[in-house]
Nanobody, 124 residues
Framework: QVQLVESGGGLVQAGGSLRLSCAAS????????MAWFRQAPGKAREFVAAIRWSSGVTDYTDSSMGRFTISRDNAKNTVDLQMDSLKPEDTAVYYC?????????????????WGQGTQVTVSS
């Protein structure tokens, strides 16, 4: 049974940083794409960043490129999202997701497993 458990959310001032972590367990993740999505109140869930576990190839939106960094730790079986230069519009619940299909995807419907989410609040 795949389990994804997020941690690291919290309250931070604009311009600050947070590091989210996703602990993955239950199967081998070598063939997976791991991604972070977020959902703000009243808005659709949106893609933030993804990483192919085997190659380390990453993918970002225009909004997250240059401010956020996704990485994976093979030894710990974790996927992290380092978020710098945070803005109030980054406020959302952040979710870790896993997809066991070829290629990355920006669509939340393409991901098979989800964590419970962690709240990130950026004050102005």
């Amino acid at each position: 049974q795949v389990q994804l458990v997020e941690s690291g959310g919290g309250l931070v001032q604009a311009g600050g940083s947070l590091r989210l972590s996703c602990a993955a367990s239950g199967r081998t993740f070598t063939s997976s794409t791991m991604a972070w999505f977020r959902q703000a109140p009243g808005k659709a869930r949106e893609f933030v960043a993804a990483i192919r576990w085997s190659s380390g190839v990453t993918d970002y939106t225009d909004s997250s490129m240059g401010r956020f960094t996704i990485s994976r730790d093979n030894a710990k079986n974790t996927v992290d999202l380092q978020m710098d230069s945070l803005k109030p519009e980054d406020t959302a619940v952040y979710y870790c997701a896993a997809r066991f299909r070829p290629r990355n995807s920006w669509y939340w419907e393409d991901y098979e497993y989800w964590g419970q989410g962690t709240q990130v609040t950026v004050s102005s």
